[in-house]
């Protein structure tokens, strides 16, 4: 069996993305399952055309299954649409507003409530909080939502708008999130703290810090094989 994951960067961007495909590829040979990997960065112009070309390529090379990571919960219904129709099972991480045949959602409102809140407890009531936001995917959409709600809830001061461009790394890598980090600190005088939207993994807390391991040490190591068309 032969399993396609279209990954939303190019290997190497992000390594918590990385750490999906390795997982994958790691789970599935458990189970004698071949994964292939192609690349259809998002910050990439032409990335849903590119997302599209892999998967009508999966179905005409025979793939069993299709991985694709939401980025744009609307897209690419028809794609997903004609790879189930010829018998090809269609599994999402994050969950579409078109049928797949599985889903892997993140509790993304959830994890950034839980962040407001231990950041209540480091912080006084009222204390000012800037918010990097994430580069506006279905999952970074949500955890924003999650930390501007748990902020209010828990009786800290937003003193940002995430959604604004200035404020907003829509290159989901390091550097972008030390530039708007910048930007914030340029901006307000006064921070007490800041949340930057970050959903995949768990929260790091001085409690919890020497119990981390990196996932390279958590699964073997080796290189992921690259989709390649017939």
């Not at 998002?42 to 999966?58: A, D, I, Q, S």
């Not at 018998?87 to 509790?107: K, N, Q, T």
């Not at 955890?143 to 907003?168: E, S």
């Amino acid at each position: 069996m032969q399993v396609l994951y279209v990954s939303p960067m190019e290997y190497g961007a992000n390594s918590s993305v990385d750490a999906m495909s390795h997982s994958l590829d790691h789970t599935l040979e458990q189970a004698g399952i071949e994964l292939r990997v192609g690349y259809a960065d998002f910050r990439v112009k032409g990335w849903l055309h590119r997302t599209e070309e892999f998967m009508r390529e999966g179905v005409a090379a025979g793939a069993n299954a299709i991985v694709l990571y939401t980025i744009d919960p609307a897209q690419p219904a028809a794609a997903v649409a004609h790879a189930r129709e010829h018998g090809v099972s269609v599994i999402s991480l994050e969950r579409p507003r078109f049928d797949v045949d599985a889903s892997v959602v993140y509790p993304n409102f959830n994890h950034g409530v839980y962040m407001a809140e231990y950041l209540s407890h480091l912080l006084p009531p009222g204390a000012r909080v800037g918010i990097v936001g994430g580069p506006g995917t279905a999952d970074d959409d949500e955890l924003v939502l999650g930390i501007v709600h748990g902020l209010a809830v828990f009786g800290l001061t937003r003193v940002n708008d995430p959604q604004d461009p200035r404020y907003k790394n829509v290159t989901d890598v390091r550097s972008g999130g030390k530039e708007k980090t910048a930007c914030l600190l340029a901006d307000f005088a006064k921070l007490d703290g800041l949340c930057i939207a970050s959903p995949i993994g768990r929260m790091i807390t001085p409690e919890r810090v020497h119990s981390w391991v990196p996932w390279e040490q958590r699964i073997p190591y080796r290189p992921l094989r690259i989709w390649q068309a017939a």
